[in-house]
């Protein structure tokens, strides 16, 4: 017979739930979001893309760092390559910036991916609840892998930069299994020409690679002060904003197209249907 004074095993039910305690501990953690912009270079003034954007997050009251991490981008702190940490500069008291030129490459894995990197970046700016990774397509597929996105096609005006756009959304199409983009377009919102790029690659996207544009805003970066204010451009990010905050994309809606497959066609139809733009 045990002795009653004797200490008493504790029953598993008895045992504190660490888990709970952690979920209370992190309730109030705002989740960190990532939005990924196709870098494009027949694109003018990309950095003035990115301050457009990065002003329009801070507008709606994101804490921002720009991982600019594209073939153009300046070169990298030199101890950005040990520690990213040291080469985030603060621009704004809501956006911070990282010129990252090539150092993904640094977090490639055995399996060609770059994905950790996208966590690195994260720590190396805690206080920022956003992270807008704007690079090159081949590098964002490596980062991305199968992480549900939708990432932010960049275009203009200029027939190289809009089958630049399309190249992108292939890629990671193809690569990504990434089927649902975003398009600014950085030109004048009162062009002929604006509504009609948007259509076509649109067009492009859903006949070709069984992709949706599902939305878009055609903005003028150097020419318009106030282009950081356009309500298709706010309307854009916090459709972003809320994807991103409850783990799911939106079904498409409005400008977005309804994809009729997800098999290519053969490729010739398409170059015609941009070069004609």
Known sequence: MLDDAAPRTRRFEDLPDQASGLRRLFAGARRRQLLPVVANPFVPAGQAV????STALAAQGRRVLV???AGTAPRPHEMAVIDLAAGVETLHPQVAYLAARGLPLAHVDARGSAASFVDAVGDAAPACDLVLLHA?????????????????????????AIKQAYAGCKLLAQRCALLTFDLLLAASPLG????LIVERLASCADTF????????ATVDPLRDPQAAQDEDLARLLQAQIDAGADGRLPPASGAARASTGPQPRAMAPREAALAAL
Do not use: F, I, K, Q
């Not at 002929?192 to 509504?195: Q, V």
């Open 209 to 216: 690679l069984g992709a949706v544009l599902y939305a878009s």
């Open 50 to 53: 990115l301050g457009l954007l």
């Open 67 to 69: 991982v600019d991490a």
């Open 136 to 160: 090159d397509p081949t590098d964002l597929a490596r980062m991305l892998g199968r992480r549900a996105a939708r990432p932010l096609l960049l275009a203009a005006d200029d027939p190289e």
């Open 192 to 195: 002929r020409r604006a509504g």
